[in-house]
């Protein structure tokens, strides 16, 4: 399963969390893949696509960063993956 992911920096700032990334990577446990991310204009939010196939790994990622940020989850699914649902639905 997809998941939108967007991240707001706490207090605004980037900097830790680029920190953290760079001293420890990712933190992702075994299953959780990371496929894309976007960083607003103003450094204070990240849009991240994360896949698995269990969301208890999505929230033992997001316990490793929830010092410094906070999380709105979103499942998504491809586009195409919507219009085959659509399709199969008429």
């Known amino acids: ?8 920096f706490k207090n605004g ?3 830790p969390v680029y920190q ?9 446990p075994e ?12 450094l204070t939010k990240c849009y ?3 896949e698995c196939s ?3 790994l999505l929230d033992e990622w997001m316990a490793a960063w929830s010092d410094l940020t906070d ?5 998504v699914m491809t586009s195409a993956d919507a219009a085959s649902a659509v399709a199969g639905n008429q």
């Open 71 to 75: 999380f709105e989850v979103i499942p």
């Open 31 to 42: 299953g959780l893949k990371y496929v894309a991310s976007w960083v607003t204009p103003d």
């Open 48 to 50: 991240q696509v994360m």
């Open 1 to 8: 399963m997809l998941f939108m992911i967007i991240e707001h």
């Open 54 to 56: 269990d969301r208890a």
């Open 13 to 15: 700032d980037p900097a």
């Open 20 to 28: 953290r990334f760079h001293e420890k990577g990712r933190l992702a």
